[in-house]
């Protein structure tokens, strides 16, 4: 498989130099985490690979005429919009309705919230909220999904069935995902493979893959103990 | 309220001051079998349907500028305010000059109405949330999809609380209007006319006709709200 890959990253807001000489690749067909403290330029290093802001300098390779779909920290869904308002919005327009109607019926399916589908998010429980956001990143057809904290705030209960539901859903369909997070337990548990981050200027600390089936991990098996305890090491906590 | 009406028309026990009001009743009721009724409301209804359209291509068409450019807001809000606190009253006389009898209330309406629209859809547009029109973007959903179902579904509601307080002033001012210009038909020109001639209980039955309209204008107002933002409830 091919890989993403950032080259000679430079990227500086005013006098904070984030990225300086910074390179990192994502195997396709993966999920990789970015752990790190917060500040640390991970959400930049997203809207980087998102087109959103300009690198100061670099080369990105591999990921051009790629479509990229986002789950961000906040659900961002439409409130005026149904559940099944909110997905159909990201799809294209020019697609028959029954295919759309289709597609997005599929989704609610896998994320469970078949009967929710005329729900205004007002209505809706935060995780299912959330959950509507996560359907809509795989609705469209994107190549690769970029997440940025999707499970900060929630409680645990939540944050397990969320990751339960999304690794479901991705197995299915293995598309690339980069998921930034802080969280150490969020990273073990949805992740085929970590990338630690430093404080700015960004250096990776180091790079763990984490083998393991990814439905039903168990944050306490001892492979992802010892795990863990190498992250935090590397984290300096 | 009618028991103290009733009693109050007792102890001055004069038409001429206070008729009792079963006979206003009676009044109103025969009102509504005047030839002329009609043509009376529908002519005040027609000058406020023409004032509320004209306020609202004006207050949104500047709302909307005012709203994406925030240089032009701060020129307007003064202007706004200024023509909010002027007494009503002053702009009538003024407009009285300017105008013939029949497009006083229409310019009246206008000039208190669509600084309600306005402010409220400038207020609309600045409080969309950045962050849905951001994911909008990141989804390319195209510049027309964003304006269409992102800004102006965000914006609806301030526009109808916008109308809402409009037509309240606005409703009243017309009749002041059109008390103080006479055009050949109109509620306030009938009360005008009652007034002269000392009919209290024609004065009061055309107040009724004034607020049994208002209440329907705001009962439109608030079942539209319920069809557009479903939504929210």
């Keep these: 498989m091919m890989n993403l890959e950032i080259k000679g990253l430079y990227k500086s807001f005013e006098d904070i130099s984030l990225f300086r000489n910074f390179s990192i690749n994502f195997p396709e067909g993966e999920i990789t985490c970015i752990l790190g403290p917060s500040g640390c330029g991970k959400t930049t290093l997203l809207n980087i690979i998102g087109n959103i802001i300009r690198p100061d300098s670099g080369i990105l390779n591999g990921f051009d005429g790629k479509v990229i779909s986002y789950i961000f920290q906040d659900p961002r869904l439409l409130p005026w919009k149904t559940v099944r308002g909110n997905i159909e919005f990201v799809l294209n327009k020019n697609l028959p309705a029954e295919k759309r109607k289709e597609i997005t019926g599929h989704f609610i399916k896998l994320v469970e919230l078949e009967g929710f589908e005329d729900f205004y998010p007002g209505k809706l429980s935060g995780g299912m909220r959330q959950r509507v956001a996560i359907a809509r990143a795989f609705a469209y057809p994107s190549d690769i999904i970029l997440m940025d904290e999707p499970l900060k705030g929630l409680d645990i209960k939540l944050k397990l069935n969320l990751i339960q539901t999304f690794s479901q859903i991705w197995q299915s369909d293995r598309r690339s995902v980069i998921f930034v997070t802080h969280d150490v337990d969020e990273s073990l548990l949805l992740s085929n493979e970590i990338v630690v981050f430093s404080r700015a200027p960004v250096n990776i600390l180091t790079r763990q893959k984490v083998e393991m089936p990814l439905t039903n991990r168990s944050p306490d098996s001892e492979y992802l103990k010892r795990l863990k305890q190498i992250l935090l090491n590397n984290l300096g906590t | ?233």
């Design chain 2, 1 to 233: 309220m009618l028991v103290i009406w009733k009693i109050l028309a007792m102890h001055f026990g004069s038409d001429f001051v206070l008729p009792p009001p079963e006979k206003t009743f009676f009044t109103t009721f025969k009102l509504f079998t005047d030839s002329h009724f009609l043509a009376i409301v529908g002519s005040t209804l027609i000058r406020s349907i023409i004032g509320f359209i004209f306020s609202g291509i004006l207050g949104m068409g500047l709302g909307i500028i005012a709203g994406i450019n925030p240089l032009f807001n701060a020129f307007l809000r003064p202007v706004l305010v200024t023509i909010r606190s002027t007494p009503v009253i002053a702009l009538i006389l003024l407009a009285l000059i300017w105008f013939t009898p029949g497009s006083v209330p229409v310019f009246i309406a206008m000039l208190t109405m669509f600084p309600f629209i306005c402010t409220n859809v400038t207020d609309g547009i600045r409080s969309v949330d950045r962050e849905l029109v951001e994911m909008a973007q990141f989804y390319r959903a195209g510049r027309k999809r964003i304006i269409r179902e992102v800004y102006i579904p965000a914006i609806i509601p301030f526009i109808i609380s916008g109308t809402s307080s409009a037509i309240g002033f606005g409703w009243r001012a017309i009749i002041t209007g059109e008390v103080l210009s006479q055009p050949e038909y109109g509620i306030g020109t009938l009360m005008q006319n009652a007034q002269t001639f000392l009919n209290v209980d024609a004065v009061i039955a055309w107040t009724i006709v004034a607020v049994i309209i208002g209440y329907m204008f705001e009962k439109v107002i608030r079942w539209s709200e319920h069809k557009l933002i479903a939504w929210r409830f």
